[in-house]
Structure formats: C-alpha cells, structure tokens
C-alpha cells in the first residue's frame, strides 16, 4: 500500500494517537531517567463463544499481572522491576520492563462471572462467555 509508506515507521502499527501517546511516554521516561509505561500488544476477537483478549506480555510471571473487572470495564496491570544488573553497556533494550495499563470497557453482552484467565508462553488469555440472553435464539412459529 502506497499511502503507508508515506508515514513514519512510528505511525504504522496502531492509531495515530496511541502512536504519539507511546512517543511522548517514551520522551518523558528517557528524560526523567526511569523505566516507561508502555502497552502490550494484543488481539481482540468475538465470536460465538464470546470475546477473547490475547495480549504478548513476554518473560513476565504470572502473579506480576493483575485482571479485574469494575462496572463492566476491564483493567489489565502489571509491575515488574527493572533489570538491575550492573556493568552491562545496552545495545539494543526492547523487551519492556516497568509498569503497564490496559483498559476497555465490555460489551454489555458478556458474562463477567463466568470469564477465564489463563498465560501460556508469554500470552495472556482472558475469554468472556456471551451471556445465554444476548445469544440468537430460534422462536419456533405453531399454527393454530
């Protein structure tokens, strides 16, 4: 795609806000000299079991993450401190360390009391069952 190419490589994976958001996050932390927040990468998907949340947070341990869902919103956290080893000179430092936010609020249409959480190799599963009243449902017609 032609018009793709036009943009700087900074804008070509997510929206432009996002994009600047991470920029301006990444300006701040390199002048205050501390890790900075970032946001996992992550798939979203529906379909007839319900919605399903897949996000890359790689070499983290399970208990460094924190899911909760308030009044239907969905909250994705975790902490975890930097590499502090010491006589290291970093060439190339991008596996993320530090804190991170992830938010979305839920379709009213998924059961919040029946979800699943699961992390496999660095992937964090979380599946909403769709409630049993927001599934199709079949009305059969009788004659009379």
């Not at 930097?82 to 060439?91: I, N, Q, S, Y």
């Not at 609020?105 to 029946?114: E, K």
């Amino acid at each position: 795609m032609m018009v793709l190419n036009q943009f700087p490589a900074a804008f070509r994976n997510g929206s432009p806000e996002n994009q600047m958001d991470r920029l301006l996050d990444e300006a701040v932390g390199s002048v205050n000299g501390g890790s900075r927040p970032w946001t996992p990468a992550y798939n979203l998907f529906e379909d007839a079991q319900g919605l399903t949340i897949q996000m890359a947070i790689p070499g983290w341990e399970a208990n460094q993450i924190k899911v909760e869902v308030v009044n239907n919103e969905l909250h994705v956290a975790g902490e975890r401190p930097a590499d502090a080893a010491e006589h290291r000179t970093w060439l190339v430092r991008n596996l993320p360390e530090g804190s991170f936010k992830w938010s979305c609020r839920l379709p009213a249409s998924v059961d919040t009391a029946h979800s699943t959480a699961s992390y496999t190799q660095g992937i964090l599963t979380l599946h909403f069952p769709t409630r049993d009243e927001a599934k199709p449902r079949q009305i059969e017609i009788t004659c009379q």
